[in-house]
């Protein structure tokens, strides 16, 4: 029997952020590049600074039309995300977060669901920099392979997944993203409210989320999103965000880069099973070796009586 991914809200959750970004920073489609340090020399001071850069789409922002155009791609791209690189590289200037990956200030900023300022730009900038690497020109189709497979097995049919995915993304009630992520292998998340808890783990699943809040909170893998804030459609569908949606699904996703981000959160989920394991198992070895020590204690105790 398949199982059918509920489309949840983001809300309220946060995850220890151990070990996610190391490999989501290693994925060349995930990388959150930052500038190299740049010094500056004033009145004999040297003031050192970590600059986030304004990360172009990996496409001529004219090469989505006419799905998309370039006057959309141009405003969004090029204001709204250059005012969410501008602003974080301001808000985190000689503050703990200077200097830290992008994606560790989201999870430190996130606190617990109680925002520190820099979550927003840092999250916003993380989520467009995806966005644009989601979609190519010549986009849409049906995905094959692994990550086929996968989809029939939690969601009944690739269109089963597009309905959930479209269902998600027009309910999201105003602004915010729809994701399908990997749940990896931890059901227990700590310190997060798990918004998949009666799903199983190792599957696909269809999130939501508001504002800029995205799936790297509870330590899952995001695949794929598209972005329902208003100024990514209203210019050229107005206030049909259905039909954007829709045109996104069929025109614009590129299953490639979706197979190859799945790829890339099995590998480190397996990863990170094999380390637990070999960390259960030195716990093991530590408490084998202290219930020795007691023993060889209390028999050199009895000898010496």
């Not at 190519?136 to 497979?149: C, I, Q, R, T, V």
């Not at 097995?153 to 399908?180: I, M, N």
């Not at 995205?214 to 598209?226: A, E, G, I, R």
Request: charged share 25%.
């Amino acid at each position: 029997m398949h199982s059918t991914a509920v489309a949840t809200s983001l809300t309220c959750a946060l995850l220890p952020f151990q070990g996610i970004l190391g490999a989501l920073e290693s994925n060349h489609c995930l990388q959150w590049r930052k500038q190299e340090r740049r010094c500056s020399q004033k009145a004999r001071r040297t003031l050192v600074a970590a600059q986030f850069e304004l990360k172009p789409p990996p496409y001529s922002l004219n090469a989505l039309e006419p799905h998309m155009s370039h006057e959309i791609i141009e405003y969004h791209w090029g204001k709204h995300q250059r005012g969410y690189v501008e602003n974080l590289n301001r808000q985190i200037l000689g503050s703990e977060l200077d200097g830290m990956a992008l994606g560790d200030i989201i999870l430190v900023s996130y606190n617990k669901g109680d925002l520190l300022p820099a979550f927003n730009n840092a999250a916003q900038i993380w989520n467009h920099e995806f966005f644009w690497e989601s979609m190519k020109p010549g986009g849409g189709g049906k995905p094959s392979g692994d990550l086929l497979e996968l989809i029939e097995r939690d969601f009944g049919s690739f269109e089963g997944l597009v309905r959930e995915f479209k269902l998600a993304a027009s309910t999201q009630f105003g602004s915010g993203w729809a994701w399908l992520a990997y749940k990896a292998n931890r059901l227990d998340v700590g310190n997060a409210i798990n918004p998949c808890p009666s799903e199983e783990d190792k599957k696909l699943v269809v999130v939501k989320s508001p504002n800029a809040v995205n799936p790297l909170v509870w330590d899952y893998s995001p695949l794929l999103t598209v972005d329902v804030w208003e100024h990514a459609y209203y210019l050229d569908y107005e206030n049909r965000r259905a039909d954007y949606i829709s045109v996104f699904m069929e025109k614009l996703v590129s299953w490639e880069i979706v197979s190859y981000r799945l790829e890339m959160a099995k590998a480190r989920a397996n990863e990170r099973e094999e380390e637990r394991k070999r960390e259960e198992e030195e716990e093991n070895m530590s408490d084998i070796e202290a219930v020795e020590m007691y023993l060889d204690s209390e028999t050199d105790e009895s000898e010496t009586e």
